[in-house]
């Protein structure tokens, strides 16, 4: 096994794409022929004088030796020298903030350059891959559904009428610089309070920014200045979205979070109203995609519900993108019992009304030997992999592993596993 080096951290200036190293070698040139030039005004002299000093010494000690210590002497003294100009002018002094400045210069030089990428869902299961997919490519837009009508989000939803805010503020959250504070902070809720109660600052911030700005666009867009996150955040649609479920027994079932609790076979969902307007930026996006990703996340009340905005389905089909789903590992009580991987796969073209809305799926190959008994008791089992069924739709199968290493058993998705699952198969087969 290899060990790993530790590399100092006044390397991190020369890491590639940082755009740094081309100016340093033109600074060197020119700071070595004004020497040269100051040199020959003063007749040569000093350079003769050097010259021989250098010579005297040499006698004693090889000249490659010489050279290379004088070089690596100079060579150290210029960078340090325009190191600390640079960051006395930007007022950097401290480890950290040079750091900053330095994982500021490899955002815009480096991840600037990454892909085009729409990652289409909603819930943990698309901030979990936002977390992840942050560290491929400055070029991302998060597409999220507004079907949620539960917990502080829906109470804020009914009460001031403006869209539910908690998948929004869990992907703000993902691709946020300082992402372990940010999530500390919108994660918090209000133990007791008339009215505060249940619900979460993140929610309360994102609510009163939409307030402020005048609608829930415009509040994603400021709060994504203020946080400096990677990439972007859009709701799929502006309008007041609500999910129904039609049950297989017949049964109609009326948002979210009660289609889970409607403990029955899905026959089709749809919204009311059935003529949401995709937001304009959310189409462009599509449009400009270079890779679009579906999922993971709850099938029907995450995924799903994006495409039944018919803009989005459509321009999703019309995408030249390669365009891959991100398979859940487990099934999910009360929405996709029973299901394998093709099952998911036929649903997203039901309701996509398409064939075209996906090239590949990407699912997990690994589970824990010692898996937890809590997924047994709660009627969740791994998604079974029917390959053969998925090619016959004409869809490639990409396995890896993705989950986390857990003792516990536990099985949940690795944010840096799936982001370099995602990265290899669109570098190798997406082109």
């Not at 919204?271 to 995709?278: F, G, L, Q, R």
């Amino acid at each position: 096994m290899l060990k790993k080096i530790k590399i100092p951290k006044q390397a991190g200036w020369l890491i590639p794409g940082l755009q740094v190293k081309r100016w340093f070698a033109l600074i060197f040139a020119g700071t070595i022929l004004m020497t040269i030039g100051i040199l020959i005004l003063f007749d040569l002299q000093p350079i003769y004088n050097t010259m021989q000093f250098i010579s005297k010494i040499a006698t004693k000690i090889s000249t490659e030796w010489l050279a290379f210590g004088i070089v690596m002497i100079g060579a150290a003294l210029f960078f340090k020298g325009w190191q600390k100009t640079n960051l006395s002018i930007l007022d950097m002094e401290d480890d950290r903030n040079n750091d900053i400045l330095l994982e500021h210069l490899y955002r815009r030089r480096k991840l600037n350059r990454g892909p085009r990428i729409v990652a289409v869902g909603g819930g943990t299961g698309l901030s979990m891959l936002l977390s992840g997919v942050k560290n491929i490519t400055n070029n991302l837009t998060a597409v999220v559904t507004v079907g949620d009508d539960g917990g502080s989000s829906g109470r804020l939803r009914e009460d001031l009428g403006i869209l539910p805010p908690g998948d929004i503020r869990h992907c703000i959250t993902a691709l946020a610089d300082d992402e372990d504070l940010v999530n500390k902070l919108f994660k918090y809720r209000f133990n007791n309070g008339e009215g505060l109660e249940g619900h979460s600052f993140g929610n309360l911030f994102i609510t009163a920014l939409c307030d402020i700005t005048g609608d829930m666009v415009s509040a994603v867009r400021a709060s994504s200045k203020v946080l400096s996150i990677r990439g972007r955040v859009l709701p799929a649609t502006l309008d007041d979205m609500k999910l129904v479920a039609e049950m297989e027994d017949g049964r109609i079932i009326h948002g979210e979070s009660n289609i889970p609790e409607a403990q029955g076979k899905i026959k089709r969902l749809f919204t009311e109203p059935n003529d949401c307007k995709a937001l304009a930026e959310v189409i462009d996006a599509i449009k400009n995609a270079e890779l679009i990703i579906l999922g993971p996340g709850s099938l029907y009340t995450s995924v799903i519900p994006n495409l039944l905005i018919k803009e989005i389905s459509q321009e999703i089909s019309k995408s030249k993108a390669k365009k891959i789903y991100v398979c859940n590992i487990m099934t999910q009580p009360g929405e996709t019992d029973n299901y394998k991987a093709s099952d998911h796969l036929k649903a997203l073209i039901q309701h996509a009304g398409s064939n075209n809305i996906v090239d590949a799926v990407l699912v997990n190959d690994y589970l824990p030997e010692n898996l937890a008994d809590k997924y047994k008791e709660a009627n969740s089992f791994p998604v079974e992999v029917d390959s053969a069924e998925i090619k016959k739709m004409g869809i490639k199968v990409f396995a890896r592993k993705l989950i986390q290493d857990s003792k516990e058993g536990l099985v949940r998705h690795s944010s840096t596993r799936v982001a370099r699952a995602l990265f290899y198969w669109f570098k190798k087969f997406g082109k």
